[in-house]
Structure formats: structure tokens, C-alpha cells
């Protein structure tokens, strides 16, 4: 069982930053694949960006690639979700997601566990 908590949503301007953790807790955080989704309002929810248990692979949705870096720092147990460039599409409930295998997974049934969820709105 792991347990994920995000923060670092808010309310910006296009062309804003902002950066995004993913704070886990109970088993090795090291074991897990982590992942970023997002759901906007009337949306399914969608992969945003993966990461592998030892950082060596990323991968990313085409709509957020060249704009989002996705990273993790397994001392702190924590994974981050920087996002530049940030556009009014990419307002949504963002969700960070562990699963306890090797590769990255762009469907949300492989994921085991899910955070809360932090809301980024991003004006025009």
C-alpha cells in the first residue's frame, strides 16, 4: 500500500509556471512506476506524463511534450510534475497515480493508487 498526496496547484496566467509534487508514503516509493493525469470538467481523465522506478525513462502526452517535465527524487519519496508554458487547455485536476511495475502505463486501470488530486486553472 502506498499513500500519495499532491500540492502546488493555484490559479495562473497563460504562459505561467508552475510545478507540481506527488508526496508518497508507506511502501518503497523506489518500487513504484509513477504517473501524472489530469481530468477536466465534462473529460476523461488522461495521461499526462510517467516516469520509471529509477528515472532512467519519461514519457509524455503529445499535448504537454516540449512544455512539461516529469521527475523524481526517491531519498525524498517524492515525485514533481514541472510545468511551463502553461496553456487554458491545461486547466484540469491534476492526479499523480504508483503502480508496482517496471514501465509506465498511459491507461489509468494499470494504476494502483491514486492522490486527492490538486486543481491548476489557467487563465486566458
Known amino acids: 500500500q502506498v499513500q500519495l498526496v499532491e500540492s502546488g496547484g493555484g490559479l495562473v496566467q497563460a504562459g505561467d509556471s508552475l510545478r507540481l509534487s506527488c508526496a508518497a508514503s508507506?511502501?518503497?516509493?523506489?518500487?513504484?512506476?509513477m504517473g501524472w493525469f489530469r481530468q477536466a470538467p465534462g473529460k476523461e481523465r488522461e495521461f499526462v506524463a510517467g516516469?520509471?522506478?529509477?528515472?532512467?525513462?519519461?514519457y509524455y502526452a503529445d499535448s504537454v511534450k516540449g512544455r512539461f517535465t516529469i521527475s523524481r527524487d526517491n531519498a525524498k519519496n517524492t515525485a514533481y510534475l514541472k510545468m511551463n508554458i502553461l496553456k487554458p487547455e491545461d486547466t484540469a485536476i491534476y492526479y499523480c497515480?504508483?503502480?508496482?511495475?517496471?514501465?509506465?502505463?498511459?491507461?489509468?486501470?494499470?494504476?494502483?493508487?491514486w492522490g486527492q488530486g490538486t486543481q491548476v486553472t489557467v487563465s486566458s
Open positions: 516516469i520509471t522506478w529509477t528515472g532512467g525513462r519519461t
Open positions: 497515480a504508483a503502480r508496482p511495475q517496471l514501465w509506465v502505463a498511459t491507461d489509468r486501470r494499470d494504476y494502483n493508487y
Open positions: 508507506g511502501r518503497t516509493f523506489s518500487s513504484y512506476t
